[in-house]
């Protein structure tokens, strides 16, 4: 059980740490001209795509997620300003706190609860590919279930 605890702490300051830099990247995003907005989003693409099917990218996986994170960040800027303008500060910030709410409930839940969650691989894997359908579903009628 201590190797078991070792390996989980290790796992939250690595996420910690990620989203340290994630929110130093988000914070330099102010800075980003408009212009470079589209090739960062073409090049994140890109990085995914190639850690996905080149098998050489995973050798440097650690210098591809910190580029990720930098990445995600600077981008996030632009999508935050943008939702604050549009939804309001108060509803934005009631998002924020409801997902690290949902993020802290599933995670004890997942800790406390389920010991082997590997089977659940499949469900929830038919469950993403029904979401994808139903964004892409979603774009092209109008239904109010999609426009909350």
């Not at 470079?36 to 080149?54: D, E, G, H, N, Y």
């Amino acid at each position: 059980d201590k190797h078991q605890s070792h390996a989980y702490g290790k796992v939250w300051l690595f996420f910690m740490y990620y989203w340290i830099i994630f929110g130093i990247g988000c914070y330099f995003g102010q800075y980003l001209p408009m212009s470079w907005r589209k090739p960062l989003s073409i090049a994140l693409f890109v990085i995914l795509l190639a850690t996905l099917f080149i098998k050489r990218a995973r050798k440097y996986g650690l210098i591809i997620s910190h580029i990720y994170a930098i990445i995600v960040g600077l981008l996030s800027y632009a999508m935050f300003t943008a939702y604050l303008q549009n939804l309001g500060a108060e509803v934005f910030y009631k998002n924020i706190l409801l997902a690290i709410g949902a993020f802290i409930a599933f995670g004890i839940v997942g800790y406390f609860l389920i010991n082997d969650a590997s089977s659940m691989g499949k469900y929830l894997f038919v469950t993403l590919i029904a979401l994808i359908i139903a964004s892409l579903i979603g774009l092209f009628i109008h239904n109010p279930i999609f426009h909350t």
